[in-house]
């Protein structure tokens, strides 16, 4: 079967940084994505990887490791507007998108 | 900004009864989806709709859903019989790009209460 595999919860602190990894196991790979959910929300787009390597966007970073099957979302100068849930989607051979069932990232001051 | 556009954004109904929740996608967009999410729960994907037709669908998406284009801006999901387990927020979203590799455009969701 397809799986996704998130973190449920992290927790840091603002002004940190933080890795959220996540691991898929999907019938062929066309790309990964990185969404935004605040809690009552709607996701909104953060980044799409579908080569290796890391792509820098401002405080936010995505790696990808297709061979690994592995993805992380990496947060730097964390604020407290950060604190929402960071779903992973891979799109499958098929051209579905998988989605995974995200991680609630809880800041502090 | 173009945005997606969801009415209601909250309904509650009665189980059994019909449920039409009404999305504009952004104009200049040619594909349309509409997604689940019960509380707490992941993001399924229910159905996707191009070219005035259903493209692909979930199992989720059985003979109790539908969906049209009635006019050249609104984008309607129907839900004919409610369940209980139809209680969930209802996305609406929009994308330049087909086969899932483009950015998703959502609204802001409906939030149905089946009670």
């Known amino acids: 079967g397809q799986n996704i595999d998130q973190p449920t919860e992290m927790t840091a602190t603002e002004g940190a940084i933080v890795q959220i990894n996540c691991t898929y196991q999907t019938s062929g790979f066309n790309g990964l994505f990185w969404y935004q959910q605040h809690a009552g929300e709607a996701p909104t787009f953060l980044s799409y990887n579908v080569l290796d390597g890391l792509e820098e966007k401002g405080r936010f970073s995505s790696f990808l490791s297709r061979s690994k099957g592995y993805s992380y979302l990496l947060l730097k100068e964390l604020q407290m507007k950060d604190s929402a849930s960071y779903l992973c989607a891979v799109v499958d051979s098929n051209y579905q998108l998988i989605w995974g069932a995200g991680t609630k990232l809880i800041i502090k001051p | 900004e173009p945005e997606v556009t969801q009415t209601p954004s909250h309904q509650v109904t009665q189980m059994g009864q019909e449920v039409i929740l009404r999305c504009v996608p952004i104009s200049n967009h040619l594909y349309f989806y509409w997604y689940r999410q019960i509380l707490g729960q992941k993001v399924e994907f229910l159905v996707s709709f191009y070219n005035n037709e259903i493209s692909e669908k979930s199992e989720i998406f059985d003979d109790q859903f539908s969906v049209e284009r009635p006019d050249g801006s609104n984008f309607t999901l129907k839900i004919r019989s409610t369940k209980l387990e139809d209680s969930a927020m209802y996305f609406c979203?929009?994308?330049?790009?087909?086969?899932?590799?483009?950015?998703?455009?959502f609204g802001e969701g409906s939030r149905l209460t089946v009670l």
């Open positions: 979203a929009s994308s330049m790009a087909g086969d899932n590799t483009g950015e998703l455009f």
